[in-house]
């Protein structure tokens, strides 16, 4: 009888014990959650429906440049194209905002090539590039990052996902996907691309 008590006893401590384990899970779930939407709310000030009101169809290059550009969907279809495959967007709190099977992009390298950074000889590399949102959400790369590192080799300007334009995220974005979280420098509704030289 004495086991049989005892049997009941660890029953019933290990099923308390997995109920609070799965309290725990879930709360720290929702914290994620709650923790991602902040960080969202921080980046990008404004709430979801407003989102079509900060849709830009044109891309303007300009700073430090010889060629200043205005990009467009069609004008990014005569560059380079690459097709990217399967990539994730995760933000700085380590949570997946978005699984990706197929996209479509320019190198930003391409881009800026074609712009023709101002320097003054091959010496001259220092400058910085900022992606600008429509919401000025901003992501910044250095010359070298971009020029003299493997990152640079996956910096894109895409313009289609799974087959279809990207529509409420405006029509081009720039994704960095060597970042180990992809997400603090995926510029949605992209305005402009500043080349600016360190003084």
């Given at each position: 009888m004495r086991q049989v008590?005892?049997?009941?006893?660890?029953?019933?401590?290990?099923?308390?014990?997995m109920q609070c384990t799965k309290s725990e899970t879930a709360q720290a779930e929702k914290q994620a959650e709650t923790s991602q939407a902040i960080s969202?709310?921080?980046n990008h000030k404004h709430d979801d429906k407003d989102d079509l009101k900060y849709v830009s169809r044109e891309v303007q290059v300009k700073g430090d440049i010889v060629n200043p550009l205005t990009l467009t969907v069609d004008s990014l279809k005569k560059m380079n194209v690459k097709e990217l495959r399967d990539f994730k967007?995760?933000?700085q709190s380590g949570l997946?905002?978005?699984?990706?099977?197929?996209?479509?992009?320019?190198?930003?390298?391409?881009i800026l090539d074609k712009a023709k950074i101002a320097q003054k000889d091959h010496k001259d590399r220092n400058f910085?590039?900022?992606?600008?949102?429509a919401d000025d959400?901003?992501?910044?790369?250095?010359?070298?990052?971009?020029?003299?590192?493997?990152?640079?080799?996956?910096?894109?300007?895409?313009?289609?996902?799974n087959g279809e334009p990207l529509k409420k995220k405006g029509e081009m974005i720039v994704v960095s996907l060597s970042d180990i979280?992809?997400?603090?420098?995926?510029?949605?509704?992209?305005?402009s691309i500043e080349v600016t030289r360190v003084k």
């Open positions: 008590i005892k049997f009941i006893a660890v029953l019933m401590i290990t099923f308390i014990m969202e709310k921080e967007i995760v933000c997946t905002k978005d699984s990706i099977e197929s996209t479509k992009g320019v190198l930003l390298t391409d910085y590039i900022v992606a600008r949102a959400y901003k992501a910044t790369f250095s010359w070298a990052e971009l020029f003299n590192n493997p990152t640079g080799e996956k910096v894109y300007v895409v313009f289609e996902q979280k992809t997400g603090p420098r995926h510029v949605k509704w992209l305005k």
